[in-house]
């Protein structure tokens, strides 16, 4: 295991804990950027943050094997 490795596992860990337990964080976020560029005005619904929820679960699961495994 390089610090690498663990330095990108630790970060993905930790972007995924804040997209479960705040996903309106990483939704502003995205939503800023699509703004920005875009001009969208869209507002995020419940199942915004529910599927924001599942690809942090996702992230930790990456970050977790990235960090154990790699």
Do not use: C, D, H
Request: hydrophobic share 60%; charged share 10%.
């Amino acid at each position: 295991m390089t610090l690498i490795n663990t330095v990108i596992g630790i970060v993905v860990i930790i972007v995924g804990f804040i997209g479960i337990l705040k996903p309106e964080v990483l939704l502003n976020l995205q939503l800023s950027g699509q703004r920005k560029m875009w001009g969208l005005k869209v507002k995020p619904t419940k199942q915004s943050y529910a599927t924001m929820r599942v690809v942090s679960v996702v992230f930790v699961i990456i970050g977790i094997v990235v960090l154990f495994l790699f």
